[in-house]
């Protein structure tokens, strides 16, 4: 960061911030509502700091991005502290807030989300009062001097070459970079999984011994058929379910299982022969619980499930999508078929450690 760098940002923003706020001013007088945009909010929040040359230190995850889900604020959260651990940045937890799917009332929702997750916890607090404390995704996704994003203003300085979010990954088109930038975010949270492993399971009463629980998510509610990218078909699930339940009554297993979703009975035809006990629109709170706590996890296109497997450690089944897979994964394509070597030496593992 050069001295010239930081004046230029500093006099684009405030500038940028002043045409918005004559703009304001012509829609109100002429009746409309006014518009603030994320460059308005960033001068409104952190205009002293900016003001003040440092450079940033301090980072946090705030609700930049909007209607995000538990799940990934959650993930966000986690990849901002193992980010903060990785680059020596000090981190500053702000809790959970605008979260998207709330039941209930909104404010509740978010404390909800917090508790459960508990990733705050032993983590200083960001002071608004200070506005020191910046959102990485913000600073991500907001362009500076030179075509750069913002986090060339973070000391220590950190690498350049990084997606703006983890669903950008599989974008870049260089096999390469791609490959470097999925190692780099599955490594950053990695790095800081026991420690949010913990945190996450102090809050949570000691299960008592568990019947073998396999767990599926199945994402459906706020997607359809046309979002492939978020979207498994039934017929999908019912093949990776018919492999994992056969290798479990060769070895004389009994299990149960449990399967996650929204919608009704009749939704879920292609699985009955499989006799799930399907657990429709229940609370959020228990079904990701449950889903950390299976000893196989069938995900889906979700950081609802990914986010359920990091925390959990479960046998855990995954189909290539936005979010790159953790090692020790076990890929499944579109069609359900899977490694079954692979899923056959994980099963033997996991039931060792439950005897």
């Known amino acids: 960061m050069t001295r010239n760098s930081y004046a230029a940002l500093v006099a684009r923003l405030v500038a940028g911030t002043g045409i918005n706020a004559g703009k304001n ?32 230190t301090r980072l946090t995850v705030r609700d ?8 990934s604020r959650a993930l966000m959260t986690m990849f901002t502290i193992g980010f903060c651990r990785r680059y020596g940045l000090e981190y500053r937890h702000t809790p959970f807030s605008g979260l998207n799917h709330a039941v209930g009332d909104q404010r509740a929702w978010d404390e909800g989300w917090e508790r459960f997750f508990n990733l705050g916890e032993g983590e200083l607090p960001s002071s ?9 995704f913000e600073l991500t996704f907001m362009e500076g001097p030179g075509g750069r994003d913002l986090t060339q203003y973070l000391h220590p300085p950190v690498p350049s070459e990084r997606a703006q979010y983890y669903t950008d990954i599989r974008r870049i088109a260089d ?27 102090r809050n949570k009463p000691l299960a008592g011994q568990q019947p073998f629980t396999i767990a599926v998510h ?26 994992v339940t056969a290798q ?5 297993v009994a299990y149960r299982l449990l399967v996650f979703s929204q919608g009704k009975d009749a939704d879920f035809a292609a699985l009955h022969d499989h006799a799930p006990d399907l657990r429709l629109d229940t609370d959020p709170f228990d079904a990701l619980a449950q889903l950390a706590a299976a000893d196989v996890l069938v995900m889906s296109k ?25 090692p020790g994964w076990i890929m499944r394509d579109e069609a359900g078929a899977l490694d079954e070597a692979a899923l056959s030496g994980q099963l033997d593992a996991r039931l060792a450690r439950k005897v």
């Open 25 to 56: 001013l012509l829609k109100r007088a002429t009746g409309r509502n006014a518009w603030h945009g994320d460059q308005h909010r960033f001068v409104a929040r952190h205009l002293r700091h900016l003001l003040s040359g440092k450079p940033f």
């Open 64 to 71: 930049f991005h909007q209607r995000e889900g538990a799940g």
């Open 128 to 136: 608004e009062v200070e506005g020191e404390s910046f959102d990485l």
């Open 175 to 201: 096999e390469e970079l791609r490959a470097a930038q999925r190692e780099l975010f599955v490594e950053t949270i990695r790095a800081q999984l026991p420690e949010f492993r913990a945190r996450y399971r």
């Open 218 to 243: 199945i994402r459906r509610g706020d997607v359809g058929p046309d979002r492939q990218d978020m979207w498994t078909g039934l017929d999908s699930f019912a093949r990776t379910l018919r492999t």
């Open 248 to 252: 479990l009554e060769q070895r004389g």
């Open 302 to 326: 979700s950081c609802f499930s990914y986010v359920a497997a990091l925390l959990g450690e479960p046998v855990a089944i995954f189909e290539d999508c936005d979010f790159p897979a953790f």
